[in-house]
């Protein structure tokens, strides 16, 4: 079946940087785009980026752009998300999702705190 | 970005009743719209995609309807399990966007 699990989560300062992953087993990683959602406590689900299956083509929301990556290893099926120069409102569980446009399979989500 | 507009923003029913939730999108998505559902401390579930189509495993009491920019999600006989918050989605084009959530609770 598949699954898609998180990790990399944590606290940190305003203006670090972290590094979430996500590893897919359970299907064939390499032929799907895959995506990052967050969501802030008690709000609402807000897309973040995605990636083609290939990582040829990437996109991301504009609240994120210049300051998050997304990124993906094929040969070891894992996803990442590079969080740099972080504020507060960053603070969010990140959910990893499989696509390509439906997102018909998400992982547990990883807490991410931007705290001073 | 199209925007989504979810109404109501919460919602009291009991069980068995039949709820209708609706999504607006700003401009026209055709079908490209889907619905999830997330209850605490979960991740979302997909439940529609392409605007009617049924996921796979999703019980029948659960459909959606629309096209353009206005849709539907309807669900008939509500059961205990179905007390939750629904997300519309549209992927249309990016950026992906949600509709800001509607909290069904219990009467």
């Known amino acids: 079946q598949v699954q898609l699990l998180e990790s990399g989560g944590g606290v940190v300062q305003p203006g670090r940087s972290l590094r979430l992953s996500c590893a897919a087993s359970?299907?064939?990683?390499?032929?799907?785009?895959m995506h990052w959602v967050r969501q802030a406590p008690g709000k609402g689900l807000q897309w973040v980026a995605v990636?083609?299956?290939?990582?040829?083509?990437?996109s991301y929301a504009d609240s994120v752009r210049g300051r998050f990556t997304i990124s993906r290893d094929n040969s070891k099926n894992t996803l990442h998300l590079d969080l740099n120069r972080l504020t507060v409102e960053d603070t969010a569980v990140y959910y990893c999702a499989k696509g390509p446009w439906i997102l018909d399979y998400w992982g547990q989500g990883v807490l991410v705190t931007v705290s001073p | 970005a199209i925007q989504l507009t979810q109404s109501p923003s919460s919602l009291s029913a009991s069980v068995g009743d039949r709820v209708t939730i609706t999504c607006r999108a700003s401009?026209?998505?055709?079908?490209?719209l889907a619905w999830y559902q997330q209850k605490p401390g979960k991740p979302p579930q997909l439940l529609i995609y392409d605007a009617s189509s049924l996921e796979s495993g999703v019980p029948s009491r659960f459909s959606g309807s629309g096209s353009g920019a206005d849709f539907t999600l309807t669900i008939t006989s509500l059961q205990p399990e179905d007390f939750a918050i629904y997300y519309c989605q549209q992927f249309n084009n990016y950026p992906l966007t949600f509709g800001g959530g509607t909290k069904l609770e219990i009467k």
């Open positions: 359970g299907f064939s990683f390499s032929e799907y785009g």
């Open positions: 990636i083609s299956h290939d990582g040829s083509e990437k």
């Open positions: 401009q026209g998505i055709a079908s490209a």
